[in-house]
């Protein structure tokens, strides 16, 4: 009887740990949170002495806006990791920040990659086109002011704006292990 019991409870003990570990293969709503917020503080407001190479940048948030939503912040988390994957990123910048913050999104890059195919991506072509442009946009713009301090700050500026636009609108999208 002892031994039936440990063994029930064992297995017991086994499914509550497994169904308690965070689940891959989903976009955790709380990492790109943390994204944005790290994003926000590694510089502050917008510098002033930057005003000059503020440019506008036309936002695709249509491409946000359909059943491919999952498909569009996975791809801009990729474009997020392709920008930030030089070796001219802005100095003025909390270092240990900007290092956390690539890490994260790294992190949600490939925690989320076996979700793609599961993911519905009928309409999503059309939509990639307007992501893709975006973040060429955002690449010429560092490559013209040659990764200056200010040229990083505009990207900072349109990650923030696209990151805050992703939780806004397409919460339903990611994954929440506790929605607040």
Partial sequence: MAIQTITWMSAFLCLVQ????????????QLVRTTHNLLRAMGGHFPMECLQDNVFMEFPATAFLSSSGAKAIYE??????TLFGTDELPTMWDQQKL???QNIVYRQIEESKCMMSSV??????IRAEGLKTYFGNIAAVL?????????W????????????????HNSDSLLWSNRT
Avoid at 18 to 29: A, I, K, N, T, Y
């Fill in 18 to 29: 497994v169904f308690s570990m965070p689940m891959p293969c989903h976009l955790q709503g």
């Fill in 76 to 81: 801009t988390l990729k474009n997020i990791d």
């Fill in 99 to 101: 290092e956390y913050f």
């Fill in 120 to 125: 519905n991506t009928s309409d999503y072509p």
């Fill in 143 to 151: 490559k013209e002011k040659n990764s200056s301090y200010c040229a």
């Fill in 153 to 168: 700050e505009v990207v900072r500026k349109e990650l923030l704006y696209t990151l805050e636009f992703i939780l806004k």
